[in-house]
């Protein structure tokens, strides 16, 4: 797939890059053997592969989910520098 000129400042206005025209003909073909290359992946036959979730072979250790007692309002907020009766108060951040 050849990309053109217009395809790659479409691209470069949508990352924000700005070219320079210097580098315009090396960047359309490196893009251009990129997606050659990836075009070639549609050629390997693909039928019976499970799809991958990851490419380690590690299996997370993850425990149970159980339900613990939880703070009260009086104990969470007992340190609290500022409060106002069941809320944290805070510095105003937005306008």
Known sequence: MKID???LEG???LSRLNLDQKDVEELKKDMSEILDWVEKLDEVD???VAPLTT???EINAVREDKTKPHLSHEKALKNAPK???DYFRVPKVLD
Do not use: C, L, Q
Request: glycine share 6%; net charge neutral.
């Open 5 to 7: 000129n217009k395809t």
């Open 11 to 13: 691209m470069a206005h």
């Open 46 to 48: 693909t039928e019976g």
């Open 55 to 57: 490419m380690s072979h």
């Open 83 to 85: 409060k106002d009766s």
